[in-house]
Nanobody
């Protein structure tokens, strides 16, 4: 059974930082690309960042570019999303998702992913 477990969310003041983790089990992690998505109340799910199976290619939404970084540790079956300079508009539930990486390029669309975690809440106060 494939499981993705997010952790690291919480409450932080604007300008602060958080590091989210996505720990995977039940799959050949080296072969899977990982994406991070978020959804705020009343808003549609938004793609935040994604990384190829090797970790060599990444993508960031314009809204987080320059503030967030993503890294994939295939020895620990974990992807990290480092979030710096957080803004109140970053407040959302953050989800990680996994898809078998057949192309080696990051997958920006949620429909590309077949496995999802349960989400972790990130709240940024002003």
């Amino acid at each position: 059974e494939v499981q993705l477990v997010e952790s690291g969310g919480g409450l932080v003041q604007a300008g602060g930082s958080l590091r989210l983790s996505c720990a995977a089990s039940g799959l050949s992690f080296d072969d899977y690309a990982i994406g991070w998505f978020r959804q705020a109340p009343g808003k549609e799910r938004e793609g935040v960042s994604c990384i190829s199976s090797s970790g060599g290619r990444t993508y960031f939404a314009d809204s987080v570019k320059g503030r967030f970084t993503i890294a994939k540790d295939n020895t620990k079956n974990t992807v990290y999303l480092q979030m710096n300079s957080l803004k109140p508009e970053d407040t959302a539930v953050y989800y990680c998702a996994a898809t078998w990486d057949y192309s080696g390029t990051p997958y920006k669309e949620a429909r590309s992913y077949g496995y999802w975690g349960q989400g972790t809440q990130v709240t940024v106060s002003s």
